[in-house]
């Protein structure tokens, strides 16, 4: 089966609800106002193909109503799909990326969630620096015409790490510079912020666009903030 295939109506609006979070079959047959029987079998053919997987059973007694325990799913990998058309070509690639692939998975992200205005900018940025190295996470907040702001978390010596990354200033190929605005903190200090639900540090976890995740600290704050 050729990969655009996969993405079809009925595929692409389950992988769509699993990039969400993890649902069972009837749960996304109800979002996606499928059968449970097609949906049931959509999912089988996305799992044959590794894009999603099945996730532990949850356990009668933790589930709200009585039956059978619930059989989650989840997306497997990350895959970016291209098409790419230029005089003298026209090709079609699926790049599957690996955990060790940190640049461009950074990029890919960059691309996909960030206006075309920032492009440059923030992968400059990564380039000149060492910012990806020392970061466990990089989520992007907000942009204008002169600034770019960033959440970051890092176990590195915070002191240090924003001495030198709290505002970098990179230039673009029209000469402007645009200033990068890191806003850092550890791990612990963010936890302490969503355990008292403080609103900055609330705000950040909630209304950030992720670039890279290394060890999904945002997955598992958001998750802190729903429970």
């Not at 998975?105 to 440059?120: G, I, K, M, P």
């Not at 190295?133 to 240090?160: C, G, M, P, R, Y």
């Amino acid at each position: 089966m050729e990969f655009e295939n996969l993405l079809s109506k009925s595929k692409w609006s389950i992988l769509k609800e699993l990039a969400k979070g993890s649902k069972s079959a009837v749960e996304i047959a109800r979002k996606t106002s499928q059968s449970v029987a097609n949906t049931t079998q959509q999912l089988a053919i996305l799992e044959a193909y590794e894009l999603v997987k099945k996730l532990k059973q949850v356990k009668p007694e933790k589930q709200k109503k009585p039956g059978k325990p619930k059989q989650p799913y989840t997306l497997s990998q990350e895959v970016f799909a291209f098409c790419f058309l230029k005089p003298g070509m026209a090709e079609k690639s699926v790049i599957k990326l690996r955990e060790q692939d940190l640049f461009p998975r950074f990029v890919l992200n960059a691309y996909f969630s960030l206006s075309e205005e920032d492009h440059y900018p923030i992968v400059k940025f990564v380039c000149e620096s060492d910012v990806l190295k020392k970061a466990d996470t990089i989520a992007f907040l907000q942009s204008n015409d002169k600034e770019i702001e960033l959440f970051v978390i890092t176990e590195h010596h915070l002191d240090d790490f924003r001495e030198k990354y709290s505002n970098y200033h990179v230039s673009g190929l029209d000469g402007k510079t645009k200033k990068i605005i890191s806003w850092s903190h550890n791990r612990k200090e963010l936890e302490e912020g969503v355990e008292k639900k403080d609103e900055y540090f609330v705000n950040l976890v909630k209304n950030s666009k992720v670039l890279v995740d290394k060890k999904d600290n945002l997955k598992e704050l958001r998750q802190e903030l729903s429970t």
